[in-house]
């Protein structure tokens, strides 16, 4: 069965202090993993996708990486505004086009 | 430009009671998903549009649960009877070519729609 599982569900940090995400996931055949940030309230908003083993992708203070079994989202000296849920997805080859989700990991950056 | 937009931003119904869902996708998006979140779960999905075609309904939590779509428009996602645990916030997203295109295109979401049954 194709899933995902996301650690920590709760990160505290510091403003300044990086930290990694983890997303780790199980499917038949990979077609993208992706990474969403999700306010109080809002609907998710599309950060990255990545394809393949070794890829890496950059945006601010995020940097997203993909091995064959698991993706990290690196966040370098976060700021108060960088506080959100961040939630992986991926998309199986032979799915419908849907996304599976984890449960998200809950970043408070505090200043 | 616009993106996803849906409407209620907030629902409360009564037990028993009909509700109907609506989701605008972005402009020239030929994919829409429905996508429900329910409190401390992770987004379950519901059902997949291509063009007005759903190609398969089997992630509709019930019978009670039903979806169409205008074209490549509006779609609407309606739920009859509605039970208590149906509260969840019901989420739309749209892609540029859904499975057509070949590739994982990007899924834009709407800000959801919170329903809660009393």
């Known amino acids: 069965e194709d899933q995902v599982t996301q650690s920590p569900e709760a990160l505290r940090l510091q403003e300044g202090e990086s930290s990694s995400l983890n997303c780790s996931y199980t499917?038949?055949?990979?077609?993208?993993l992706f990474w969403y940030r999700q306010d109080p309230g809002k609907g998710p908003e599309f950060l990255f996708t990545?394809?393949?083993a070794g890829e890496e992708k950059e945006k601010e203070r995020l940097k997203a990486t993909l091995t064959k079994k698991e993706s990290f989202l690196h966040i370098t000296a976060p700021k108060p505004e960088d506080s959100a849920t961040y939630l992986c997805?991926?998309?199986?080859?032979?799915?419908?086009?849907?996304?599976?989700f984890g449960k998200g990991t809950k970043l408070s950056v505090k200043p | 430009g616009a993106g996803v937009s849906q409407s209620p931003s907030n629902k409360v119904t009564e037990k028993g009671k009909d509700v109907e869902l609506r989701c605008d996708p972005i402009?020239?998006?030929?994919?829409l998903y429905w996508y429900r979140q329910r409190l401390g779960q992770g987004l379950e999905f519901l059902i997949y549009?291509?063009?007005?075609?759903?190609?398969?309904k089997s992630g509709l939590p019930s019978d009670r649960f039903s979806a169409e779509r205008t074209g490549e428009s509006v779609s609407t996602l309606t739920i009859q009877r509605t039970q208590q645990e149906d509260s969840a916030v019901y989420l739309c997203?749209?892609?540029?070519?859904?499975?057509?295109?070949?590739?994982?295109?990007?899924?834009?979401f709407g800000p959801g729609t919170r329903l809660t049954v009393l």
């Open positions: 402009s020239g998006h030929t994919a």
């Open positions: 549009f291509q063009g007005n075609s759903a190609p398969d």
């Open positions: 997203a749209s892609s540029l070519a859904g499975l057509a295109g070949g590739w994982a295109d990007t899924q834009y």
């Open positions: 997805a991926v998309q199986a080859r032979g799915s419908q086009g849907n996304l599976i």
């Open positions: 990545l394809y393949s």
């Open positions: 499917v038949s055949g990979l077609r993208g």
